[in-house]
């Protein structure tokens, strides 16, 4: 376009452009005396990493002066509606890495910018243009800046830079353009502390672009926790085990692993495995460490609750012949699990917070994504909107807790959980169970099956808690 | 003492008011001649120099400092002792001041800005903040005191070679994971330069640096002094694969709120940079 401009105002200025046209075709790159290197554009899709146009961002546009030559002024020109007004342009030249004594203005008209510099920039120089607050065509595509350059024998065509790859504007994009442009918003984030918590342009970014690391957390976390249930229950095992060796190993793993911080292990996992030439996938290693973190805390929960089953019911079943195991697997665990849901569930909220440390060693999580755009807005809105993500979460669970604690201790009192044909129709209505529990009593006693055995023993469980 | 703080912090309050009314009013009279924005930062400026050495702190008699202390030869935490060419820096610029200089225990780089535009914490930022447009939008920068450049570090059997644009090509793939520390120019450049890259944020330059070196991470971006430095003393299995020319300049962070403040260090920087206290400052950290 300015070379269209140009050829009008002079011929012999029409006359060195065919030259110098002529000449760039001959020699397609040796010719340049201002060499291009490179033209690139700093992301601004707000949580996501595309260029996008008809938004300001920021071209980064560098040449080399070749030997010989003396440049004097450069025109970049955007194609489309690309804009360069009310852009800002930093100049810098650099000889190796050291910056050399540059200065000159720039002047945006349109899809073109033109610099003047002072006095002419000597051969061997880096000459870097940083303009800010540029626009890319709004409709996005490849886009190649190209231009011209004035040395000391006139104007000569610029090379083209690689095209930069843009896009169209998002719709989310245009809900944060209308966000910003809303008074309401402005008056709400001129308040310091709503404006760098809960800046909503920024809050509905990171609720959209949070949602992967928010998925990544929960696989994690829903992978890891079983396996860390039946790693666990091995330990708890072990534990409480006679033989000498077993609980030896149990106490140590579970009183190191309870006893050091969770990101002193993942360090260790992260950066010791490598070094031992075992490289695992990030996310499998994150499941991993979880896993057995979250296996030394299930291991003394389960403990604990294996202890509490009084001691009467070991011998009840040994009573009727029962073996250790068919004790333990029979007997004593279902009733442990009763005891312990309420704990385990406390346990796997502590789990599924705690994925937030991965982020320290590069897991794409939750934290990892609101740093990311922390980092890049320098808000700390996306931390707000992490804790509503983990809150989606670990707010029902803590009501679960709440509501099977509160059963619980109503059955403590006495109140409900009687003895039943069916234990898990008693955990569905115990409210009922105190009004109806003379007959379930009697309904028990009628029914002498061996399939019962374990509910029939649960019954005693109350009473023989008082006697111990 | 609480009592003490309150008082200041009132008579910081009207203090600043005061000299946002009259930035202000220097911006809408300069609006008025003509609407350059550029020309704008001039007058305001004027009206910050008058009210030079006209400034509060958190603390009186104290310059309190954040930084991250983990940017060696700029800024390390050696025995518990913030050591360093920034520190050495703020040291003299407080002693020119006639503060004390304070530094915070080492903060996450990527909290220090949003903690001085809060404010109420430190009085500066100096922990090698290179001078951005979008950081200036949060936060005032002084004159540059350091030119530096940005730098890519890989271990050395990655077997990545050839000239600048080879080497960025080969970093600028799928199945490469670059390191940046949060919110560094490092991280500016690896997001612009190679989009095709999982750029992966962390804390600290050694967390970065131990990715590289054990392989978790394939390179490492961050500013070149840094990179060199501990390419030669802490991970010598690593290499600087690339020198990145952007010639940034390191500037010390103030408040918005704290023009007064910005134009004393601006002077003392001045001043330094004339008697030659900079230079030897310079020698003693960068040899040459």
Known sequence: MTHDKRLGKTRFAALVTTLVLALTFLFPTGAFALTTNKATARPNEKGGSGVIGGLDTRLTWEGTVEGGEQVSSIVLTLPGNGSFDGASTKITALEGLSRANVEGEATAAGNTLTVDFSEPVSEGLLLRLEVEGMRFPS????????????????????????????????????????????????????????????????????????????????????????????????????????????????????????????????????????????????????????????SAYLAEIFRAGIQSIPQGQYEAASSLGMSYFQTMFSIILPQTVRRVIPTVTSDFITSYKDTSLLSSVGVMELMMFSKNLTSVSGNMTPYVAAAIFYLVVTLPLIKVVTIVENRMAHAERGGGHRPKAKTAAAQGDSQDESSAAGTAVHAEALEPEASTMGSALTSLSPATAQEV | ?????????????????????????????????????NAASTPAN???????EEYTLVQEGKLIVASDLDFPPLDSFENSTPQGFDVDLSNEIAARLGLECEYLPPQDFDSIIPMIKQGGKADIGNSAFSITPERELEIDFTEPYLDSNLGVAVKKDLGISGGEEAIVNALNASDMTVAVQAGTTGEAWARENLPEATIVPLASVTVCMTGVSTGQYQAFCADLPVIGHQCTVSFTDCEIALEIPTGEQYGIVVSKDNPGLTAAINKALADMEADGTMDELKSKWFGE
Request: net charge neutral; proline share 4%.
């Open chain 1, 139 to 294: 409709e996005g595509g490849d886009i190649v800046v190209s231009g011209t350059y004035v040395n000391q024998s006139g104007e000569q065509q610029l090379a083209d830079s690689k095209p930069i790859k843009t896009i169209a504007n998002t719709a989310l994009q245009q809900m944060v353009a209308a966000l910003d442009a809303s008074p309401a918003v402005e008056a709400w984030n001129s308040n310091p502390f709503l404006g760098m918590f809960f800046k909503p342009q920024l809050m509905l970014t990171a609720l959209f672009s949070l949602v992967p690391g928010w998925l990544l957390c929960l696989m994690i976390v829903v992978i890891a926790y079983p396996f860390a249930i039946i790693l666990g229950l091995i330990f708890a095992l072990m534990k409480i085990s006679k033989h000498p060796l077993l609980r030896g190993i149990a106490i140590v793993y579970i009183n190191i692993l309870r006893g050091t911080p969770l990101f002193l292990q993942i360090y260790i996992m992260f950066f010791g495995l490598p070094m031992m030439n075992i490289n695992i996938d990030n996310n499998v290693l994150g499941v991993i460490v979880i896993a057995i973190n979250a």
């Open chain 2, 1 to 37: 003492m609480s009592n003490n703080i309150a008082k200041l912090s009132r008579r910081s309050f009207i203090k600043s008011s005061a000299l946002s009314a009259l930035a202000l009013g220097a911006l809408a009279a300069c609006g008025s001649k003509e609407s350059d924005d």
């Open chain 2, 46 to 52: 004027d009206a910050a120099d008058t009210a030079a």
